[in-house]
């Protein structure tokens, strides 16, 4: 079985400043990892990935997540949030295979100005 | 290269009815599934199609079904719909369903269908 826990419900940072959201899982199995991205009454577009390539991933807009296997964690981090950035974060595990994604329950950023 | 399309974006139904939304994935892309999203419940995978067969359904009951066409589109249907099943239906597609390994596949969302019961 697999299961996602982003630690923060809503996370509020000023612009310019660092983004760090958090993400732990838990899989049976080998994950595949991600982070989504939704904004306001839009799909999901994909962020980065994690799957057992290199444990530093970097994804679009300056965002990038590391992979540590001791913690079960996958945090995403940005070193200076845009305003841009405000919307609704998801971590993911899927196995190796298949469509079968386990989201998070999310994580709203909120970037001040 | 155009994304996924879900139709219709938005509609209202009342409890009782029936609802059938389409998704045409990507060009190429032979993998579709289906996620509902709610504010109490959040992203929930539904099903998953892979050249017209399903391989996975999620924890949904019977009333949720769904189907994959030869051109790969999908439709997925709900029927005598309940005031909880208003929610943002998504639909996914990728190339493949296996592997999504460093060579995998990238799963790219539509932006959805808004369904509200009534």
């Known amino acids: 079985a697999q299961s996602v826990t982003q630690l923060d419900s809503h996370v509020s940072v000023s612009e310019g400043t660092p983004v760090l959201l958090r993400c732990n899982y838990s899989?049976?199995?080998?994950?595949?990892l991600f982070w989504y991205v939704q904004h306001p009454n839009k799909g999901l577009q994909l962020l980065l990935k994690?799957?057992?390539?290199?444990?530093l991933v970097k994804g679009i807009n300056g965002f990038e997540a590391e992979f540590k296997k001791s913690e079960t964690s996958f945090h995403l981090t940005k070193p200076s949030a845009h305003m841009s950035d405000a919307a609704e974060y998801f971590c993911?595990?899927?196995?190796?295979?298949?469509?079968?994604?386990?989201f998070g329950p999310g994580t709203r950023l909120s970037v001040l100005p | 290269k155009a994304g996924v399309t879900q139709t219709p974006r938005y509609l209202i139904k009342t409890r009782g009815q029936q609802v059938t939304l389409s998704c045409s994935p990507i060009?190429?892309?032979?993998?579709v599934s289906w996620y509902q999203q709610t504010p109490g419940q959040g992203l929930q995978f539904l099903f998953e199609?892979?050249?017209?067969?399903?391989?996975n359904k999620g924890n949904f009951p019977g009333r949720f079904s769904g189907r994959q066409f030869s051109n790969s589109r999908s439709e997925m249907n709900v029927s005598t719909l309940e005031l909880g099943d208003s929610a943002l239906y998504l639909c996914?597609?990728?190339?493949?369903?296996?592997?999504?390994?460093?060579?995998?596949?990238?799963?790219?969302f539509g932006e959805g269908s808004w369904l509200t019961v009534v």
């Open positions: 996914a597609s990728s190339l493949s369903d296996r592997p999504l390994g460093p060579a995998g596949n990238t799963i790219y």
């Open positions: 899989s049976s199995y080998s994950p595949s």
């Open positions: 994690y799957t057992s390539a290199a444990t």
């Open positions: 993911v595990v899927t196995r190796n295979y298949g469509q079968n994604f386990v």
């Open positions: 060009s190429g892309h032979r993998s």
């Open positions: 199609y892979f050249s017209e067969t399903q391989r």
